[in-house]
């Protein structure tokens, strides 16, 4: 089966010998790579490939095309494009590199390998020589990256998360020129560090008697001790980037960066739209103004449709959209890169963008040739399913 979802020969899950792996040790091995660490991360993964997986072991491989996985496995409508959303196939390449990431480490001796060709969607099952079966880590608790974390254990965190992420992005950026190499040249220019910039999360907290909420209690507000689940996120993932290109980088969160740093180093300021940085970034063309209700992005200082009129209290929504700026600041004289949701989903999936070959690519399709000397900022739209942002689309670009 090409990537464009035309047709192609399936192979049997059993294989072509009597060697093959059985459906069983097939799923017994689907089981290990989903609780593996190069797949626990990425819910879209683990979706794709227990899709691809059951749908060959259950006879079904003539099904597995662009458009059907787009729509059983990731939620799209039934009038799904692929030719106007590229999700399953960044998807699926994003697969096959996981998938060589756990088979050079943790699953090497593992008894059966599972594989995704190039060119399909269809997986394929051999047995390995002398393989035993590999021993299974425990998944992650659902919605850890989400929500909000104790900014005491941030950077304990961003330490698990960027062990696996730095792995991973080695294979993501790779060694030729690329638009997200070409994206990040102008802000790491230099030999001055570059700042990850995490922003805590206004929390209002009531006053506690005896373990529970005082009847009538007063609301305090704590502006300097959380930090958001998808600003977390992002904050991992940047990091690992920078990890791969050999770049020194620093993390600071919350008042930890002044102005004198951001007119030292290049920043990369990370879900900023609420705090007292939000000065350096609202007289860019487009703008998250958290101060209105329901918080929009505004255009030109105009409000626009991009915003979320059914976000309720718990901040839980099926949509999101989010600010990714990329400017030679006037006033820190210095590169700045800023990425911001709405909401955390909104954060996570503009990190996902620019720390993502594929993804980027699709999001620049559009730009002027020479964008790679230009400020930029894109808007992007993001589709939230089952807790988790899907890939972002560009909802509008701007390039001076």
Known sequence: MAEDGSTGAARSPQGDGPGAPTPDAVRAELQRILESHEFRTSRRCQDFLRFVVENTLNGKADILKERTIGVEAFGRPVSYDPSDDATVRVKAGEVRKRLGLYYAAGGANDPVRIELPGGGYVPEFTLQANGAPGKRSQLAPEGESHGVLASRGVRLALLASAVVGVAFAWFALGARRTPLSEFWAPVLRGSSPALLCAAYVPVYTPAIADGSPAPGANFTLLNDQFVGGGVLVALARLSAMLARMSRAYQIRIGHEVSFQDLRTSPAILIGYSYTRWRDISKELRYFIDASRQPAVILDNGKPTSWYLPKLGADRHTDEDYAVVSR????????????????????????????????????????APKDWQRKNLQLVLHVKVISGSPAPPTVAAAYFW
């Open 327 to 366: 400017v030679f600041h006037p006033d820190t004289r210095a590169m700045l890169v800023e990425l911001a949701g709405i909401t955390q989903y909104g954060t996570e999936a503009a990190s996902d963008l620019l720390s993502n070959p594929d993804l980027l690519a699709e999001a620049l399709r559009g």
